[in-house]
């Protein structure tokens, strides 16, 4: 059975940057469609990005684009999430998650089979 683990999070400084990482086991991550979502504190979950099986297809929220870029390693089984230029409102816990739908428009945020833990990104001076 397919697990994830996120990792990579921690203490940043504004504008700084940050590679996270989700790792799977127990199933080829090749047969899933990832997405990426992260949750602050009193406010919904939030999905910011999402990458096909294959890794030929992306899309971000717009509060991300140009600022984050996903990819994917299928032969390291891991989906990574590079972040920039981070502001404190990117503070949060980042979440991957495999998906019931393939990436695109937003349809791919209205299912998700299974989550990783998460991991904490910190944004403050």
């Known amino acids: 059975q397919l697990q994830l683990v996120e990792s990579g999070g921690g203490l940043v400084q504004p504008g700084g940057s940050l590679r996270l990482s989700c790792a799977a086991s127990?199933?080829?991550?090749?047969?899933?469609?990832i997405g990426w979502f992260r949750q602050v504190p009193g406010k919904e979950r939030e999905g910011i990005s999402c990458?096909?099986?294959?890794?030929?297809?992306?899309v971000y929220s717009d509060s991300v684009k140009g600022r984050f870029t996903i990819s994917r390693d299928n032969a390291k089984n891991t989906v990574f999430l590079q972040i920039n230029s981070l502001k404190p409102e990117d503070t949060g816990t980042y979440y991957c998650?495999?998906?019931?739908?393939?990436?695109?428009?937003?349809?791919?945020?209205?299912?998700?089979?299974?989550w990783g833990k998460g991991t904490l990104v910190t944004v403050s001076v």
């Open positions: 998650a495999s998906l019931v739908h393939i990436c695109y428009g937003d349809m791919w945020k209205s299912g998700m089979n299974l």
């Open positions: 127990g199933s080829t991550l090749a047969d899933h469609a």
């Open positions: 990458i096909s099986a294959t890794g030929g297809s992306t």
